[in-house]
């Protein structure tokens, strides 16, 4: 099923993402905020108070994570303490909802210099699925407000580059419309919501403000970077987003959680191992269901391999194959890079540029700049459950560099 607001849309029938729980909190000391007294009720504010800081919400308490072992796909049981958060669910105040099948691409186009190419017509893209060219039935030039969700690494790994990122971080909500939404996730063992969607930037500020890593010094478990993405996929965006949807990572990429190697079977679900457990390949399929974008910031030095021609050559095929070792990329940095392929989103590195705000501010530039293309499949999805490629063109600019999701996911929970 798909929602489409006056100016966007999204298929709210592959939104079918099932929730995870690995570690249960040892005590109440992990919580990322301390403890509050029971007060009264406030009264009422006067005009011009400043919102309420939430406390924040830790996304993976109560969660329960399973496999079917019919479809290969990870479901959840219930949970109270891991249901969706009701302000997710807020629509928009433009939005109307609409059912539908349509299939939403997020795309970005740059000329050779890497600048974005403004002013594109529905009639300038073509887009195929599986190789076959489809109507380009939806078209919108970046009008329909984003909702961008920050996802700070907070781990002690990166004690050293905390105060950049939160001032990085404030660059990026300054960068982006004042009609988009964003909110606030950090994260080392645990994930917490610091803030939900929100256009009050006064509130954001201070979702932002309050990462702390030498507050999570005393979550122990690792860091939990792919834990946190899915969370914040399956829990922060569920529940009526519309428009453009991007996730903004912030980390070194160093993950505890998964056990990823340079061995691609590392990313799947493995013999031996229990099968309620995330996997890689559970993360890209819930962004791919709910078409997020991941722009990711290593903290970690850039491999000499990763040039731009590099990237380029690798945009249809899979970063994760048998000979990943000869490239010489550390397996922590090849898993971000194949998470910003599939999503369509950017692979940054903070060493290459003056600054971590310089480089929040260029993704605020590329989410302000996107193209969003939608087209009606052949045929009732419900019954084409897996992966279907995905590739756009842009005609008449042959140099043209056309940036989108590999592919889209559709889950046997579709049906």
Request: hydrophobic share 40%; proline share 6%.
């Amino acid at each position: 099923m798909l929602t489409i607001g006056r100016r966007a849309v999204f298929v709210e029938s592959f939104i079918y993402v099932p929730l995870f729980f690995v570690w249960f909190l040892a005590t109440a000391n992990l919580l990322h905020a301390q403890e509050i007294p029971a007060q009264k009720s406030p009264a009422p504010k006067a005009s011009g108070q400043k919102k309420k800081l939430p406390k924040p919400r830790v996304l993976d308490d109560g969660v329960v994570w399973s496999r079917d072992p019919a479809t290969g796909e990870l479901t959840s049981g219930p949970s109270s303490a891991g249901a969706i958060n009701p302000a997710a669910a807020e629509l928009p105040d433009h939005a109307i909802r609409v059912t539908s099948q349509i299939v939403p691409v997020t795309c970005g186009v740059f000329s050779a210099d890497g600048s974005a190419i403004p002013d594109l017509k529905r009639s300038d893209f073509r887009i195929y699925e599986d190789g076959v060219e489809q109507h380009v039935d939806y078209f919108d030039v970046s009008t329909a407000p984003a909702s961008v969700a920050l996802v700070i690494d907070a781990s002690p790994s990166v004690l050293r580059d905390s105060e950049e990122m939160k001032r990085a971080a404030l660059a990026l909500v300054e960068g982006l419309s004042p009609a988009d939404q964003v909110a606030v996730v950090d994260f080392s063992a645990h994930t917490y919501l610091q803030t939900d969607f929100s256009k009050d930037r006064d509130l954001i500020r201070r979702g932002i403000d309050r990462v702390d890593v030498r507050q999570l010094l005393g979550d122990v478990g690792g860091s939990n970077i792919y834990s946190a993405v899915y969370l914040t996929t399956a829990k922060v965006f569920l529940g009526g987003r519309e428009g453009r949807k991007a996730i903004v990572l912030l980390t070194d990429g160093q993950d505890s959680g998964l056990g990823l190697t340079l061995d691609p079977a590392t990313a799947a679900p493995r013999p031996g191992l229990p099968n309620n457990r995330l996997t890689f390949e559970d993360v890209v399929r819930s962004l791919a269901a709910a078409d997020i974008q991941i722009f990711a910031v290593s903290t970690e030095s850039h491999p000499k391999v990763m040039t731009p021609e590099w990237f380029a050559s690798q945009k249809d095929a899979s970063l994760l194959v048998s000979d990943a070792a000869k490239s010489g990329v550390p397996a922590y940095t090849l898993y971000l890079a194949e998470l910003v392929r599939r999503s369509g989103g950017q692979l940054y590195f903070l060493r290459d540029s003056a600054s971590l705000s310089d480089i929040f501010r260029r993704i605020a530039q590329r989410i302000s700049s996107e193209y969003t293309l939608g087209f009606y499949p052949a045929g009732d999805l419900s019954s084409r459950t897996g992966w279907h490629r995905l590739r756009v063109e842009v005609a008449g600019h042959p140099s043209a560099t056309v940036v989108n999701r590999a592919a889209f996911y559709v889950p046997a929970s579709s049906q």
